[in-house]
């Protein structure tokens, strides 16, 4: 398993810094530079626009892509293609979430195209989780103090069985138009999610205190 770690422009706690451990390759989008240079890492490639953070100086010309402000791609998503482009089969996204609530979309919009293309991925800040799931068996280790929500990332979910959470389903169809599948509770041991059509965003969220 080759795993990539993404920094992102939004900083990143520090207490995140531990999904950066074992890591085989490392890039900074945009002004995830900084978060890489607080914590004392060198990334491997380096790219963006650097319309968020003025571009880092004496780096070596190899580890930089500039990129074009007018692209079809976010900066994370280019990050993601390099990611694929290397052979990564695990991705973590770090500093995408909590700015902008439509680069936040993007960034779960871009879990999900790595899901497509093999790559098993998190997008992760404190207290949240966020994977994409395609159609099939999945297992989610128990997670006490934290709730599992499911939302439908494109069309329909269908085929939905849901097994040891608190909220159960059997044969359901999840659509956008009505969040049935939010806050769901653990219960002791690993749950179990599968599906046959669809996709899903499983949202992992510490409880409130």
């Known amino acids: 398993m080759k795993k990539c770690v993404i920094l992102a422009s939004m900083p990143a706690a520090d207490s995140l810094r531990h999904w950066c451990e074992g890591a085989d390759l490392l890039i900074a989008a945009d002004a995830g530079w900084r978060q890489a240079k607080a914590w004392g890492l060198c990334p491997d490639i380096l790219l963006g626009d650097y319309?968020?953070?003025?571009?880092?100086?004496?780096?070596?010309?190899?580890?930089?892509?500039?990129?074009?402000?007018?692209?079809?791609?976010?900066?994370?998503?280019?990050?993601?293609?390099?990611?694929?482009?290397a052979g990564c089969t695990q991705a973590v996204i770090l500093g995408g979430l909590g700015g902008r609530l439509d680069h936040t979309l993007a960034?779960?919009?871009?879990?999900?195209?790595?899901?497509?293309?093999?790559?098993?991925?998190?997008?992760?800040?404190?207290?949240?989780?966020?994977?994409?799931?395609?159609?099939?068996?999945?297992?989610?280790?128990a997670r006490p103090g934290w709730y599992c929500s499911l939302f439908p990332a494109q069309g329909r979910v269908e085929g939905l069985w849901l097994e040891n959470l608190k909220y159960p389903l059997q044969n359901a169809v999840l659509t956008a138009h009505w969040p049935v599948?939010?806050?769901?509770?653990?219960?002791?041991?690993?749950?179990?999610?599968?599906?046959?059509?669809?996709?899903?965003?499983?949202?992992?969220?510490?409880?409130?205190?």
Do not use: W
Request: charged share 25%; with cysteine.
């Open 51 to 85: 319309d968020s953070a003025p571009m880092p100086e004496h780096l070596p010309e190899q580890t930089l892509l500039r990129l074009p402000a007018e692209k079809d791609d976010t900066d994370t998503h280019c990050a993601a293609r390099q990611a694929i482009a």
């Open 107 to 141: 960034n779960m919009n871009t879990l999900l195209f790595l899901a497509q293309h093999g790559v098993q991925a998190v997008l992760a800040d404190e207290g949240v989780e966020v994977r994409a799931l395609l159609p099939g068996a999945h297992i989610l280790p």
């Open 181 to 209: 599948g939010v806050s769901n509770e653990f219960l002791e041991g690993p749950a179990r999610v599968r599906f046959a059509k669809g996709a899903l965003y499983c949202v992992l969220c510490r409880k409130e205190r």
